[in-house]
T-cell receptor
């Protein structure tokens, strides 16, 4: 069966520090991969998605970036974190067909001090 | 443009009573519709989906949803609510057009089941 792993679960970082969040998927190949941010336990904001290795689509201009160095690995990065980057970051994957649901990791709670 | 609306920020229901969480959508063509549940500090869990066919879809944990094309709605229902159903619920839509990789989520409805 397919599984998705996200780490770390929680992270506290000072303003201006770099960021790297990692997400990996097991049990499937060529998944569509997504990064979301969720503020205050409410709506989801799509940050990036990827339909293949090296293919990244950005939804929101900001100081975050994403990379997909391997088929089942998706990384969210920043060179210098801002206070506004605090939030709950969720990684998700889906199959290639439009009628398939997304499957989410358990998220990373990021606090910026 | 595709959109999803969840008109209620919060729904309160007594344990044992039926529950309904509302969702309406706007999409070109026939939609693919999904419901997810989120517990505190966890990711979203898939509950059920509507693709085509029977308008009443059954999913996990006793939940079901009714697709109504004329009202463009996809309401989540459960005949008898449990306290453990208290969580945040999201409706989502994905268009059938090939190459549409994005899922459009509603803003979420917090369900509170009172003992």
């Amino acid at each position: 069966s397919q599984t998705i792993h996200q780490w770390p679960a929680t992270l506290v970082q000072p303003v201006g520090s770099p960021l790297s969040l990692e997400c990996t998927v097991e049990g499937t190949s060529n998944p569509n991969l997504y990064w979301y941010r969720q503020a205050a336990g409410r709506g989801l904001q799509l940050l990036f998605y990827s339909v293949g290795i090296g293919q990244i689509s950005s939804e929101v201009p900001q100081n975050l970036s994403a990379s997909r160095p391997q088929d089942r690995q998706f990384i969210l990065s920043s060179k210098k974190l801002l206070l506004s980057d605090s939030g709950f970051y969720l990684c998700a994957w889906s199959g290639g067909n439009s009628n398939q649901p997304q499957h989410f990791g358990d998220g990373t709670r990021l606090s910026i001090l | 443009a595709q959109s999803v609306a969840q008109p209620e920020d919060q729904v309160n229901v007594a344990e044992g009573n039926p529950l309904t969480v509302k969702c309406t959508y706007s999409v070109s063509g026939n939609p693919y519709l999904f419901w997810y549940v989120q517990y505190p500090n966890r990711g979203l869990q898939f509950l059920l989906k509507y693709i085509t066919g029977d308008n009443l879809v059954k999913g996990s944990y006793g939940f079901e949803a009714e697709f109504n094309k004329s009202q463009t709605s996809f309401h989540l229902k459960k005949p008898s609510a449990l306290v453990s159903d208290s969580a945040l619920y999201f409706c989502a839509v994905r268009g059938p057009t090939s190459g549409t990789y994005k899922y459009i989520f509603g803003t979420g409805t917090r369900l509170k089941v009172l003992a």
